[in-house]
């Protein structure tokens, strides 16, 4: 009984682009991965996932959140690629669009 009318941990409660945001950092951590191989490095996308921390300030969870969506967008290209193929352009061309409708929603619908 004394477990039950124990105060228990408060949860933070996730933001409703939450789902979009972590999409979002997988869309980078793979840009990142791939641009590169096909000679593109014009656009930190690193520093772009970084910015994009910060000015969402998350807490610690979903901080680890995006950080492991990035590298698990990472991770899943490096997996197949290493060098630029025509696939490759192709993935960055529809990750690219992906990215901005994703950005362009998120900011449409969220921003102060």
Do not use: K
């Amino acid at each position: 009984m004394a477990l039950l009318a124990a105060p228990s941990p408060v949860l933070a409660v996730d933001p409703p682009y939450q789902g979009q945001m972590e999409r979002l950092s997988e869309i980078l951590g793979s840009l990142y991965m791939l641009t590169p191989l096909c000679g593109d490095r014009t656009t930190d996308w690193r520093g772009q996932m970084a910015e994009l921390i910060d000015l969402d300030e998350p807490d610690d969870d979903r901080r680890a959140r995006l950080a492991g969506a990035f590298n698990a967008g990472y991770e899943a290209y490096a997996r197949f690629y290493r060098s630029c193929t025509p696939s490759a352009e192709i993935a960055i061309t529809r990750l690219l669009t992906e990215g901005e409708t994703l950005a362009r929603d998120i900011h449409q619908r969220y921003a102060e």
